[in-house]
């Protein structure tokens, strides 16, 4: 890679797991971090794959950058099974937006007719992970408290009959993924908003 690219690539403070190859080639142009192929579901029979996981999310904390389609949902998932729950909270939940498309290289678009991580322009990429540039966690935690599973309840977001309703709402206005649950929604809003941000977001400020 010329220095001139290496120089823009953003230096990430996480090891990044993604679902296969096309889509480490297209992240390796744009992040300076430790990329995991899950290979797909071979995840699932890989026991040197997870090891090697567990090992980067103790050492150095994960970014999950699967599809947005039900096979990086539980690809995802499963990542989460893999892991002792006390290290649950050095999984960082990337989710890319759900873009109608296909990729160059596919004759046929994907079953839910959307871009995968190796379609999505990387200008959007660069956005989505920035927040874990390094250093950028750090000053983002110092700079306000983090949304909680109280708050969430307490906007109506989690523990009521149309909460679903909002969460579909929420992310439709702020261009999320669709069918997050309420935990995933939570972890993703800490990754993008300190409190504050999101309060005056949702016209709470």
Do not use: W
Request: proline residues 3%.
């Amino acid at each position: 890679m010329p220095e001139s690219e290496k120089d823009n690539r953003i230096k990430l403070s996480r090891a990044v797991v993604v679902e296969g190859k096309y889509d480490k080639i297209k992240l390796s142009a744009l992040v300076d971090a430790v990329i995991i192929v899950t290979n797909g579901f071979r995840i699932y029979k890989d026991s040197e794959l997870c090891r090697l996981i567990r090992t980067y999310a103790e050492k150095q904390g994960l970014i999950v950058l699967t599809d947005s389609d039900a096979a990086g949902r539980q690809i995802r998932a499963h990542i989460k099974t893999i892991l002792p729950k006390e290290l649950h909270s050095r999984i960082a939940s990337v989710h890319i937006p759900q873009i109608k498309g296909k990729e160059r290289r596919k004759n046929e678009p994907s079953k839910e007719g959307t871009l995968g991580v190796e379609g999505i322009p990387a200008d959007i990429l660069r956005e989505l992970l920035a927040s874990y540039e390094v250093g950028a966690e750090q000053r983002r935690d110092a700079a306000g408290e983090r949304i909680t599973k109280n708050d969430m309840y307490g906007y109506g977001l989690s523990g009521g009959a149309d909460s679903s309703e909002k969460r579909a709402a929420l992310a439709e206005r702020l261009g999320l993924p669709q069918g997050l649950s309420a935990k995933a929604l939570l972890d993703l809003l800490n990754t993008l908003y300190t409190k504050q941000q999101f309060e005056e977001l949702i016209g709470r400020r």
